[in-house]
């Protein structure tokens, strides 16, 4: 089955920095790879996802990249904000039982 | 629409006791998980639910839990002999058919064994 790792497990910068969470994948066959933020005490929202079709997507201050030949795909955040801290999950399908499977999880903390 | 809900939001049990945790996908989604997310932690997953195909139960963590789903809508994940280490939100989500749809997840039970 599908194995997500997911790096680092904090994550810690200022006001304005910028923030690269990295994941990495087992399924070769995998096409969907979505990002989800869940903040302090509220459930997990999907954030952006991309599809193995394109190699990057971007919604105004987030973007994700993928590379598939390295089973590895990204979430890079711009001019980061105190309210961007939460924790953040990568996942990616098993095809096999046609589900997603989640990383760990990265804490990240931005601070004014 | 409505989003999935779960019930209780809380509930507090005492250990030895058998607990019954509720949730409502999403109107027509096919799709729908257990997780279970202790403090701090990330998302454990526990089973998985698609169709009318036999559930994933790979993660449920002993016999203890087991769940089921009615009529393929809504899902009761039942503990018995609750332990005080089941103490944790347990996270229900839903999505449509496919495995590359989003997951919309509900608010969550937290249980506290005491």
């Known amino acids: 089955g599908e194995n997500v790792e997911q790096h680092p497990s904090t994550l810690s910068v200022q006001e304005g920095d910028s923030a690269v969470i990295k994941c990495t994948y087992s399924d070769s066959a995998s096409n969907y790879f979505p990002w989800y933020k869940q903040e302090l005490g509220k459930r997990p929202q999907l954030i952006i996802d991309?599809?193995?079709?394109?190699g990057e997507k971007k919604d105004q201050r987030i973007a994700v990249t993928l590379n598939k030949t390295a089973k590895h795909f990204s979430l890079h955040i711009t001019e980061t904000q105190p309210e961007d801290s939460a924790v953040y999950f990568c996942?990616?399908?098993?095809?096999?039982?046609?589900?997603?499977?989640f990383g760990t999880g990265t804490r990240l903390l931005v601070s004014p | 629409g409505a989003g999935v809900s779960q019930s209780p939001s809380n509930k507090v049990t005492e250990k030895g006791k058998d607990v019954e945790l509720r949730c409502d996908p999403i109107s027509g989604h096919t799709a729908l998980y257990w997780y279970r997310q202790s403090l701090g932690q990330g998302l454990e997953f526990l089973i998985y639910?698609?169709?009318?195909?036999?559930?994933?139960k790979s993660g449920l963590p002993s016999d203890r839990f087991s769940a089921e789903r009615t009529g393929g809508s809504v899902s009761t994940l039942t503990i018995q002999r609750t332990q005080q280490e089941d103490s944790a939100v347990y996270l229900c989500?839903?999505?449509?058919?496919?495995?590359?749809?989003?997951?919309?997840f509900g608010p969550g039970t937290r249980l506290t064994v005491l």
């Open positions: 989500a839903s999505s449509s058919a496919l495995s590359y749809n989003e997951q919309f």
């Open positions: 639910f698609q169709g009318n195909s036999a559930p994933d």
């Open positions: 996942a990616a399908e098993d095809t096999g039982f046609q589900k997603l499977v």
């Open positions: 991309i599809r193995s079709n394109v």
